[in-house]
């Protein structure tokens, strides 16, 4: 009675036992067939299947590789599904695991390569753009201050210039007016009884005359003999007269020959001496006109004197 009882009570304990083996075995069993490359036959109403390998063509007959590759996850990872869980599979294995993720880091280590090459070369294109604009400043700069100095040395150029101009307009002034002769002064010596002697009152006023003509330039000195004898005789007397006149000046005052000018006029009538008239009278008494003349050069050799004197006399107390 017991041995028939016994084999009763321990069959659900078995069975039991037997069905939790199978749920553990059977995707262990999935996994490793699907990592062996054989396809599995959901078909059969049975439960999982392996296909034979021989009947099935392989997956790198069906697929051909993509010449270009892409970054989505389908096409680098296996189609098949994962056995009995599906796409998510607790029992997965380190080396599946390794297959599915490698090919995108790959894809990701490529892309941080052209990142950093695209980096590497706009760096490249901004230092070759900021040194050609470094340049281009330069070179600018460098003009501009060829032309400036260009500007100012035109300037100074145009200044010259001007000063040039002037100073032939000066030049030419003062030659036109080398022979254009003005009357500075004029003396009258007179002689008593028509003899070429110097009476002292003669002397002291050739001495004026004479100390005026210190530090002239561009004068002559017009020397002039009357005499009221007529003819032949008047001409010879005042020719007397004028040459005691001039050795005088050039012995005494040392006054160039090359200055004076004279001329023996005898008897020709003169004009009065202290007369602005042209009116002309008969000669009385015999005499020596002395005039000073003085063109351009003698007209600025005083003027330069005048300046200078105003200015020492500006400077002193």
Same mark, same amino acid.
């Given at each position: 009675?017991?041995?028939?009882?016994?084999?009763?009570?321990?069959?659900?304990?078995?069975?039991?036992?037997?069905?939790?083996?199978?749920?553990?075995?059977?995707?262990?069993?999935?996994?490793?067939? #699907?990592?062996?490359?054989?396809?599995?036959?959901?078909?059969?109403?049975?439960? @999982?299947?392996?296909?034979?390998?021989?009947?099935?063509?392989?997956?790198?007959?069906?697929?051909?590789?993509?010449?270009?590759?892409?970054?989505?996850?389908?096409?680098?990872?296996?189609?098949?599904?994962?056995?009995? @869980?599906?796409? !998510?599979?607790?029992?997965?294995?380190?080396? @599946?695991?390794?297959?599915?993720?490698?090919?995108?880091?790959?894809?990701?280590?490529?892309?941080?390569?052209?990142?950093?090459?695209?980096?590497?070369?706009? #760096?490249?294109?901004?230092?070759?753009? #900021?040194?050609?604009?470094?340049?281009?400043?330069?070179?600018?700069?460098?003009?501009?201050?060829?032309?400036?100095?260009?500007?100012?040395?035109? #300037?100074?150029?145009?200044?010259?210039?001007?000063?040039?101009?002037?100073?032939?307009?000066?030049?030419?002034?003062?030659?036109?007016?080398?022979?254009?002769?003005?009357?500075?002064?004029?003396?009258?010596?007179?002689?008593?009884?028509?003899?070429?002697?110097?009476?002292?009152?003669?002397?002291?006023?050739?001495?004026?005359?004479?100390?005026?003509?210190?530090?002239?330039?561009?004068?002559?000195?017009?020397?002039?003999?009357?005499?009221?004898?007529?003819?032949?005789?008047?001409?010879?007397?005042?020719?007397?007269?004028?040459?005691?006149?001039?050795?005088?000046?050039? !012995?005494?005052?040392?006054?160039?020959?090359?200055?004076?000018?004279? !001329?023996?006029?005898?008897?020709?009538?003169?004009?009065?001496?202290?007369?602005?008239?042209?009116?002309?009278?008969?000669?009385?008494?015999?005499?020596?006109?002395?005039?000073?003349?003085?063109?351009?050069?003698?007209?600025?050799?005083?003027?330069?004197?005048?300046?200078?004197?105003?200015?020492?006399?500006?400077?002193?107390?």
């Amino acid at each position: 009675m017991k041995a028939v009882i016994l084999p009763r009570t321990l069959f659900p304990r078995q069975l039991l036992l037997v069905l939790l083996a199978s749920a553990v075995a059977i995707p262990t069993l999935a996994q490793q067939g #699907q990592s062996s490359g054989a396809p599995v036959d959901r078909s059969s109403s049975q439960g @999982w299947t392996v296909a034979d390998p021989q009947s099935t063509p392989p997956a790198t007959v069906e697929q051909q590789p993509s010449p270009t590759p892409s970054l989505s996850p389908s096409s680098n990872a296996p189609k098949d599904r994962e056995g009995f @869980w599906g796409r !998510v599979n607790p029992f997965a294995r380190k080396k @599946w695991v390794n297959n599915r993720v490698d090919p995108l880091k790959g894809r990701l280590n490529e892309l941080d390569e052209v990142n950093a090459r695209n980096g590497r070369d706009i #760096q490249d294109v901004d230092r070759r753009a #900021q040194a050609g604009i470094s340049l281009a400043q330069s070179r600018a700069d460098a003009a501009n201050q060829l032309a400036s100095n260009a500007g100012s040395q035109a #300037q100074n150029a145009d200044i010259t210039a001007q000063g040039a101009s002037g100073h032939v307009d000066r030049l030419n002034t003062t030659v036109n007016g080398l022979d254009q002769y003005h009357q500075a002064t004029e003396v009258e010596i007179a002689f008593h009884g028509g003899q070429p002697v110097l009476r002292p009152a003669a002397r002291k006023q050739l001495d004026d005359f004479a100390a005026n003509l210190a530090g002239r330039k561009g004068y002559i000195v017009e020397v002039e003999g009357y005499s009221p004898q007529a003819g032949i005789s008047g001409i010879q007397s005042s020719r007397r007269l004028t040459e005691a006149v001039n050795r005088y000046l050039v !012995v005494e005052h040392e006054i160039p020959v090359y200055r004076l000018r004279s !001329v023996a006029l005898g008897n020709a009538p003169v004009t009065g001496l202290d007369s602005d008239s042209d009116e002309t009278k008969p000669v009385k008494v015999s005499c020596v006109r002395i005039r000073l003349m003085e063109n351009s050069l003698a007209a600025r050799e005083a003027a330069s004197l005048s300046d200078a004197a105003t200015s020492t006399g500006a400077e002193r107390p």
